[in-house]
């Protein structure tokens, strides 16, 4: 009887520390999706061929907008967003940003235009 009272005890004790824990990670991911930072995620998806101009990916950077001039003129902003979630070419679908969704690849197409102004 006396183990029975214990481990009822050491359950109920453990039960506001394993909810809070999953407090907290709830709370952690929120802000980590609030914070996407276009810059980073391009730097860690996209820079290596679209910084060297690899199987013909436009460059990023100052000096390139020509690069990216007739695509927009052709295809347009959205054209090039939809081009970037499904792939093209050599580029497979999302690029190498596989958990991207399509705001937050939009958001990186948008930074890479800027960029290369």
Known sequence: MKNLTFLSLAALLAIPFSSAGTGAAGVQLA???DGFDPEARYMAACFACHSTGAAGAPRVGPGNAA??????EEKG???IVESTVTGIGTMPPKGLCFDCT???LRAI???MLESSD
């Open 77 to 79: 902003l959205d054209a």
């Open 109 to 111: 197409v948008e930074f």
């Open 31 to 33: 802000q980590i999706s």
């Open 102 to 104: 399509p705001e937050e």
């Open 67 to 72: 690069e990216w001039a007739p695509r927009l």
